[in-house]
């Protein structure tokens, strides 16, 4: 347990968990400058975010995966050309 609080500690820092964790330092010192309690919840709510890299998103999808995809299988795409006959012209004639 204590070396999968390290890990999400250290590990997995993107510009999201970044953000979270700045916005949170400033919600929490304007907290404490105008003395509001609930603000400084926000802040402590972003910072907990930051740190434990969660979200607040339903449907157990709380922590972001990194996406890795191994089976990457490149699959033959066939092209059709399709061309505009107006006026019952040839597209030769037509140039």
Not at 22 to 33: E, N, R
Request: charged content about 15%; some cysteine.
């Amino acid at each position: 347990m204590l070396q999968t609080i390290k890990y999400n500690l250290f590990h997995n820092w993107n510009a999201i968990r970044i953000i979270r964790l700045v916005l949170s330092v400033i919600i929490i010192v304007q907290a404490v400058q105008i003395h509001d309690v609930l603000f400084g919840l926000l802040g402590v709510f972003f910072l907990y975010q930051a740190l434990s890299n969660t979200g607040c998103c339903a449907m157990n999808t709380c922590s972001p995966t990194p996406t890795t995809n191994s089976n990457t299988q490149e699959v033959a795409v066939e092209f059709e050309e399709i061309k505009n006959n107006k006026d019952g012209k040839n597209a030769e004639e037509i140039i």
